[in-house]
């Protein structure tokens, strides 16, 4: 399965922040939308980071100085980000998140982000696909014909 797969599911929708954005408004939007991380932008919307629910994590240490941080002081910088291909397979994903111990992949096609897959999305994935084999070869037991999904393996 290629990682173009999830982010079909997910309609390629980046929530996308501004890097002198404050972090109290992140955090209420990551409450919110129910989302765990954010790619941050520059004024000219050059993709410059990655914000994550760990580097939000980061900001506990001083809380008196809490509403005075921003977005840039605390995200993953752009050269430290890991970063995948749409072309790029699940296991190469599932390899890498593990390998590095991070939960939330950008997904870059020449130097623009297309999306975001986070673990959950791919255990959601390989779940539906198992579910999808289980029932092919039930089928195929029972005499009838599969059904074609639409999903590359």
Known sequence: ???????????????TVNEDEQICKVLDTFIEKKIGSCMVE??????IGIMTEKDAIKCFKDVQKFSDIKVKDIMTKYENIIIASEDDNIQYAMSIMTEKRIKHLPIMK?????????????????LEHSEHIAKTYLDHIKGETPQPHNQEY
């Open 1 to 15: 399965m290629l990682i173009k797969e999830i982010l079909k599911i997910k309609n390629g929708f980046v929530y």
């Open 42 to 47: 520059d004024s000219d919307k050059k993709f």
């Open 110 to 126: 020449d130097t623009d982000v297309i999306g975001v897959i986070s673990i959950g999305d791919i255990v959601k994935a390989q």
